[in-house]
């Protein structure tokens, strides 16, 4: 199966996604499955994983709801306030639907040590105890503390969404390197080859820029604990769904064999998020 593991869904007309405003241009309209099921059908992808793009439970309902009559949606990963003492119970309720395979909160826009708050450390523990996924997305300044996370919490299903967005368009490696390396050596650990490219209107990118970041990316953590995800609609910012995916399959290269290939488009995804489960 092939899955596009990291997509969103909305509609503007909810109030609760705040960074959503009018001034992003063709970004602020309304995005819902039949806009995306015409590029899934072109690209033979059957599944796809629908990421929140709020900060709230409400809209984790919002796309369950659209889970229920969506065929193609594998998984929803929502947001639940981790700092909350009713955290547990509120969990508890939203895994009993099958769909909700993932939790991610929205640290790129919190402070860089949030994650290792008294309170957010207890509750990813939880997730960690029950092998719950996170969706962790990064900038490269939470990364020297998502490491420290890991540290205190080795057995985190997590994954790095958006190779946590290195600065690409300055072409600095370091410290980001090192770093994602740390972060790899934790193997309960994957990443997200998604959100690759610049959120800005018609920034300009090359795939000759990015290709470094996927290296590193690739070495890090190996063919087993990647996973392609399109960043859609995000990525309609500077590229269309089409240039994304030729920027992976030239990024990835042709030494990889079909086994390999399976594993990065929808395997990982699969086995990460224990689909089949």
């Keep these: 199966m092939r899955i596009d593991a ?17 001034s992003l241009g063709r970004i602020y ?13 072109r690209y033979d992808f059957q599944k796809t994983i629908v990421v929140q793009a709020a900060p709230t439970s409400e809209e984790t309902e919002f796309l369950l709801s659209i889970a229920e009559r969506e065929a193609t949606i594998a ?20 895994r009993s639907n099958p769909k909700f395979v993932g ?20 509750h990813l523990k939880l997730l960690a105890d029950a092998q719950f996924p996170v969706d962790l997305q990064a900038n490269p300044r939470h990364l020297p503390y998502i490491a420290k996370l890991l540290e205190q919490v080795p057995d985190l299903r997590a994954v790095v969404d958006h190779l946590a967005k290195p600065p690409i368009l300055e072409g600095i490696i370091e410290p980001w390197t090192s770093q994602m390396r740390q972060i790899a050596s934790f193997p309960n650990v994957m990443c997200k080859l998604s959100g690759m490219v610049p959120e800005q209107l018609d920034a300009p990118w090359t795939q000759a820029a990015i290709q470094p970041y996927v290296d590193v990316v690739l070495n890090a953590f190996g063919k087993q604990r990647v996973m392609f995800g399109s960043d859609w609609p995000v990525c309609l910012f500077s590229a269309t769904y089409p240039q994304v995916m030729d ?27 224990r689909l089949n489960e």
Excluded: C
């Excluded at 309209?29 to 059908?41: F, G």
């Excluded at 700092?83 to 309720?93: I, L, P």
């Excluded at 030494?255 to 995804?269: F, P, R």
């Design 6 to 22: 990291h997509q969103h869904y909305w509609i503007i007309s909810r109030t609760d996604y705040g960074w959503l405003k009018p």
């Design 29 to 41: 309209a309304d995005y819902m499955p039949e806009h995306l099921k015409p590029w899934l059908e």
């Design 75 to 94: 998984g929803v990963v929502g947001w639940l306030d981790l700092e909350s003492n009713t955290f547990e119970q509120q969990w508890d309720r939203f």
């Design 103 to 122: 939790l991610r909160p929205m640290i790129q826009d919190l402070s860089s040590d949030w994650i290792l708050g008294k309170t957010v450390i207890r």
């Design 247 to 273: 920027l992976i399959e030239t990024s990835l290269g042709t030494s990889w064999t079909e086994e390999e290939l399976a594993a990065v488009y929808g395997d990982n995804a699969s086995r990460f998020y």
